[in-house]
């Protein structure tokens, strides 16, 4: 009897850890609003990202306000690595952080340490 309990119960926790690194998880997006010609998102930085999608116009000058209140090392950069933007950020302190939306596509970003990440859709 006990062998079945924890039979059942290693096969909970091996379904719990497949849901957790490969489930689909709701990701937090937003779109930004312009506002005299200029488009701003605030992302807040504690723990991740958010939000850890943005979506930007094409064509419309952009500005995302980063924010850090982790006091993680790992967080304290952000990396556009196709924008040639790698950012300190204060934690704190805003950090505006000009956005070129010439191109379309979807672009990533990410920590100094390449452990969280977040992606820019420019439409």
Request: hydrophobic share 40%.
């Given at each position: 009897?006990?062998?079945?309990?924890?039979?059942i119960a290693g096969l909970a926790i091996i379904g719990f850890i497949?849901?957790?690194?490969?489930?689909?998880?709701?990701v937090a997006?937003?779109?930004a609003e312009v506002t005299d010609n200029v488009?701003?998102?605030d992302v807040d930085v504690n723990g991740g990202y958010s939000p850890e999608q943005v979506v930007l116009k094409q064509g419309v000058p952009a500005v995302l306000n980063f924010t850090r209140h982790d006091?993680?090392?790992?967080?304290?950069?952000v990396v556009f690595p196709?924008?040639?933007?790698?950012r300190a950020?204060?934690?704190?302190?805003l950090e505006a952080i000009k956005i070129d939306t010439s191109k379309a596509g979807e672009y990533q970003w990410a920590c100094g340490m390449d452990m969280f990440h977040g992606k820019l859709i420019i439409k």
């Open positions: 009897m006990i062998k079945l309990i924890v039979l497949g849901w957790w690194f490969f489930g689909k998880h709701e997006a937003q779109t488009q701003e998102v006091p993680s090392s790992c967080l304290d950069r196709d924008f040639g933007i790698n950020l204060p934690k704190g302190q």
